[in-house]
């Protein structure tokens, strides 16, 4: 009798450890593998606004991608291009507008939170120029799409192959905060080489090389 106990607690013991783990063991990845990878950011940067919302090309501010192995994170320079102009969404600035109608005096700048955190960067005074006390500062952006040092991905020929960012980078146009969507592992890159018109790339897509040193050199 203490025997048929002692094992029904241990087959009790087992089930109930086996379904706490199975939630762990369906979150197993391998090594490498940073699937689902979603850094806060120093500044709040909105892909679902800008490549979304109003549509800006990909390339307009990773120019890199069309001419270089790496996309590359544009300068804050590039973000000035717009943002010397708009530093508030419409709503907030014409709501200072109107109060100051109302109110009789002029409008003031209205500089939303994370732009403020922009200009603070490049060492810009409250008109938006250079102040000589204030020291700019690279934005230490949190990279997330990173390959091993052994593995060599260049955008040119993916750029140059019609292969749009999304198939890599996932919805980018609807994300808020970016995150790895795919796993980049070599078998998934194999894939779409081996088979291109199968990943999506269309109909007439071309099978791409799968020697080691395509990507091993």
């Not at 919302?53 to 501010?61: F, G, R, T």
């Not at 069309?66 to 804050?76: D, K, L, Q, T």
């Not at 709501?95 to 009789?104: H, Q």
């Not at 990173?146 to 292969?163: E, I, N, S, T, Y």
Request: charged content about 20%; glycine content about 8%.
């Amino acid at each position: 009798m203490g025997h048929r106990i002692t094992t029904l607690l241990l087959l009790v013991g087992i089930t109930f450890a086996a379904i706490a783990l199975v939630p762990r063991v369906r979150g197993l990845r391998m090594p490498g593998n940073f699937q689902g990878f979603e850094p806060q950011q120093p500044i709040a940067y909105s892909h679902r606004l800008h490549a979304g919302e109003l549509a800006i090309d990909c390339q307009y501010c990773h120019a890199g991608a069309e001419r270089s192995r790496h996309a590359g994170i544009p300068a804050a320079s590039v973000c000035m291009n717009c943002h010397r102009l708009v530093t508030a969404s419409r709503s907030t600035v014409r709501a200072e507008e109107l109060a100051a109608e109302a109110e009789g005096r002029p409008a003031t700048r209205v500089i939303a939170p994370e732009l403020a955190k922009l200009y603070s960067a490049l060492g810009l005074g409250d008109d938006l120029e250079p102040d000589a006390d204030r020291a700019s500062q690279p934005i230490a952006w949190a990279r997330i799409h990173q390959l091993p040092d052994f593995a060599v991905f260049d955008h040119r020929p993916h750029v140059g192959a019609d292969v749009e960012c999304q198939r890599c980078h996932g919805p980018i146009e609807t994300m808020e905060r970016v995150r790895q969507v795919e796993s980049l592992s070599m078998g998934w890159c194999l894939d779409c080489h081996r088979d291109p018109a199968g990943a999506g790339l269309g109909v007439g897509a071309t099978p791409a090389s799968i020697d080691c040193v395509a990507c091993h050199y």
